[in-house]
């Protein structure tokens, strides 16, 4: 019953940060920069919702492109995209989109069950009863030496029967216990994914955009923009061992580097202070 959460803290932001899509303020898209990237303004603006509601960048083919623009387009470009993408979430498709994905998310609450002891040595006894007509009826079609091998079957199911038949028996005791035990675990599993999912899902789509906003600056403000990396086995790797083990989400603020932080920290700060 428990959803699968991929909540993962790559929002948005850590999407423009690394990918660099351009937009003009009217929301007319600089074509030139859709030409390095190599995608169209369709698939940009999917790419966009898709890494705000799943938390990860989607990036596709347009990381080869991002990396063609120069290092002092950077600021700009992201400027440009960060106003787009704050009018593209703000509008009544993205938030249907996002209804829709909170609703998938949704836990399924447990099926009542309100059995009787008495009620579940019934089924049982149906059960066992049901299984040893089965076997007789099998056991007339079989050889003798067949025979012999399911007679034990066939007296197992007997005695089972006369085991549940008894008020006191030790048998069903156990099996009402344990189911006992079971609903009360998944009510409790319910309980817990639906405090969660409400907390990583809120109702309010606004509310749901504060969260990803916040997670990329509470990265953010741990990357260390001066650290230093060097060639190892064919690849870059931090000269300090604890850069080196951090997430996915800062390595990749501090690929995009400080000239997109610098925008992109008090663009969503101020943004933040807006959706209060």
């Known amino acids: 019953m428990q959803p699968k959460f991929r909540f993962y803290t790559t929002a948005v932001l850590l999407f423009l940060s690394t990918c660099f899509f351009s937009f003009v303020v009217a929301g007319r898209l600089a074509e030139g920069i859709w030409k390095q990237l ?6 940009g603006s999917d790419m966009i919702r898709q ?13 080869k492109g991002a990396k063609a ?33 909170r609703a998938s998310y949704k836990p399924t609450e447990p099926k009542v069950v309100n059995k009787t002891k008495d009620q579940l040595r019934k089924e049982k006894i149906d059960e066992a009863q049901a299984g040893l007509q089965k076997t007789e009826a099998s056991i007339k079609t079989m050889s003798a ?37 079971q609903a009360k675990r998944e009510h409790d599993d319910y309980v817990k994914y639906q405090k969660e999912w409400e907390t990583k899902y809120p109702a309010d789509s606004r509310a749901f955009i504060k969260l990803r906003l916040q997670q990329y600056l509470d990265i953010a403000k741990t990357v260390d923009f001066s650290a230093t990396v060097s060639e190892k086995n064919g690849r870059k790797v931090f000269d300090k061992p604890a850069y080196q083990s951090k997430n996915n989400d800062w390595k990749m603020i501090y690929r995009a580097g400080k000239e997109v932080y610098d925008v992109a920290r008090p663009f969503a700060e101020n943004w933040l202070k807006e959706l209060q």
């Open 145 to 181: 030496d067949q025979q012999k091998i399911m007679k034990p079957i066939a007296d197992m199911y007997r005695q089972n029967i006369k085991d549940y038949q008894d008020p006191n028996s030790k048998m069903i005791d156990m099996f009402y216990e344990t189911e006992v035990a």
């Open 69 to 101: 623009l120069a290092t002092g387009d950077r600021g700009a470009v992201t400027t440009d995209l960060l106003t787009y993408t704050k009018q593209y979430v703000s509008n009544p498709a993205f938030k249907a989109a996002y209804e829709k994905n």
């Open 38 to 43: 190599g995608v169209s303004q369709q698939d």
């Open 51 to 63: 890494s705000f509601l799943d938390g990860w960048f989607h990036y596709y083919s347009a990381a």
